[in-house]
């Protein structure tokens, strides 16, 4: 009987070591599957980086070419009003401009030069697309910046959990321990 109680005893301290063994393991599951996610989590942001980009890109393209139709339209404009003022000279009499009595290459009047509220039009539309792609340009640096702190944050839990700094290797490493693991896990509980 003395034999029995010592085996009663072991068994106890082997229940024991399991149940520890088990609990290590459970933690550790846990810790790969938070790794996991975050690495999936990255990849998901640098996505979302790409799309803000992607869309970043023709916003730039649509303000700058509002604000040079809207200079372009400014050069006709002014040369329009020089055409005007050109009109009213006489040879002989003082520019107002310049007070010369000669005129010998009056600025001539333009045949379709834009309204002082086509203008206006144009430099509201061009402000407002301009207005729009410094916002996305905003929501491009603060999503960078995100992902950038992330993916630091991941490569240092890459690298103490699995020992791989990449993240497709990290998590291929730690997919594969957490097969295992759980396995293992499994066959321990019965």
């Known amino acids: 009987s003395e034999s029995m109680l010592e085996e009663l005893r072991l068994s106890g301290e082997e229940l024991i070591r399991i149940g520890t063994r088990i ?31 992607d869309e970043l890109d023709p916003m ?40 010369s009595v000669h005129h010998p290459g009056p ?14 039009e144009k430099k509201k539309e061009a402000e407002s697309a301009r207005e729009k792609a410094n916002r996305k340009l905003g929501e491009v640096l603060t999503a960078k910046g995100n992902l950038e702190t992330v993916l630091i944050k991941n490569r240092e839990a890459a690298l103490r959990e699995t020992g791989c700094e990449e993240p497709e290797e990290a998590a291929s490493a730690a997919n594969t321990e957490l097969g295992q693991l759980k396995e293992l896990l499994s066959v321990m509980r019965e």
């Open 23 to 53: 609990e290590k393991g459970d933690e550790r599951v846990k810790v790969l599957e938070k790794l996991i996610r975050d690495i999936e989590e990255a990849a998901e942001l640098s996505a979302d980086l790409k799309r803000k980009q």
């Open 60 to 99: 730039i393209a649509k303000a700058t070419r509002l604000e040079s139709e809207h200079s372009g339209m400014l050069s006709d404009y002014m040369r329009e009003q020089a055409g005007i003022l050109a009109a009213s000279l006489t040879e002989g009499e003082p520019c107002p401009v310049c007070g």
């Open 107 to 120: 600025a001539k009047l333009s045949k379709d030069a834009p309204s002082a509220d086509d203008i206006e």
